[in-house]
C-alpha cells in the first residue's frame, strides 16, 4: 500500500468536513490513559502481545500542540501523537 501525502491530507479534510457538516465542533475527552502495543509486534498477528506500556491523550495532545505553538518544531512522530487523539475521537463521534 502506498499512500501520498496529498491522499493523506485530502482523507483528513474530508473527515473533518463531515465532522463540520454533522455538527460535531469539538469533542470532550474525559479518558487520558491508554495502552500502547509496542509497534514491533503491533502489525505481526503471528506474535504475542507483551510489553504493552501505557499511554497519555494529554501528553500526546500537548505536544502536538507545542508543535502547532511553535515551541517545538514539528517532527514525522507528531503523526503518531495526533493519531492516538483521532483515535479517540473517532470513537466517539457519531455519524
Excluded at 495502552?35 to 504493552?52: L, N, S, T
Aim: hydrophobic share 40%.
Amino acid at each position: 500500500m502506498r499512500i501520498s501525502v496529498g491522499e493523506l491530507r485530502a482523507a483528513f479534510d474530508r473527515l473533518v468536513e463531515h465532522l463540520e457538516a454533522t455538527g460535531q465542533e469539538a469533542f470532550e475527552i474525559e479518558d487520558d490513559f491508554y495502552w500502547e502495543v509496542p509497534c514491533e509486534v503491533r502489525y505481526d498477528p503471528y506474535k504475542r502481545i507483551d510489553g504493552a506500556t501505557l499511554g497519555q491523550l494529554s501528553d500526546d495532545w500537548n505536544e502536538v500542540q507545542s508543535m502547532l505553538s511553535g515551541r517545538r518544531p514539528p517532527l514525522g512522530y507528531g503523526l503518531v501523537w495526533l493519531a492516538s487523539v483521532l483515535r479517540k475521537i473517532g470513537e466517539g463521534a457519531t455519524g
